[in-house]
């Protein structure tokens, strides 16, 4: 039985859209940002926690989508 955060993971594993240390960034802050939801009770800073908790676990950026910029293709296509 798959859990739900997997179904999550991989039905946005073809949507990839930032590279890898944003990924990182993106969950490092998001962590920080979601303790201090806690802290604060503040439930807008949740919801941006979770946004950026997103990022950092899928990969996918939904904003970046819209606004079509793929960081993550420029980034492996400089070279």
Same mark, same amino acid.
């Given at each position: /039985?798959?859990?739900?955060?997997?179904? +999550?993971?991989?039905?946005?594993?073809?949507?990839? @859209?930032?590279?890898? @240390?944003?990924?990182?960034?993106?969950?490092?802050?998001? =962590?920080? +940002? +979601?303790?201090?939801?806690?802290?604060?009770? =503040?439930?807008?800073?949740?919801? $941006? $926690?979770?946004? /950026? +908790?997103?990022?950092?676990?899928?990969?996918?950026?939904?904003?970046?989508?819209?606004?079509? =910029?793929?960081?993550?293709? $420029?980034?492996? &296509?400089? &070279?």
């Amino acid at each position: /039985m798959e859990t739900l955060a997997h179904k +999550l993971t991989h039905s946005f594993e073809d949507k990839e @859209n930032i590279g890898k @240390n944003e990924r990182i960034a993106s969950a490092v802050s998001g =962590s920080v +940002l +979601l303790y201090r939801a806690f802290k604060k009770k =503040s439930f807008l800073t949740g919801i $941006a $926690a979770g946004y /950026m +908790l997103f990022r950092g676990a899928t990969g996918y950026c939904p904003i970046s989508d819209v606004v079509g =910029s793929d960081v993550a293709s $420029a980034v492996l &296509n400089r &070279n």
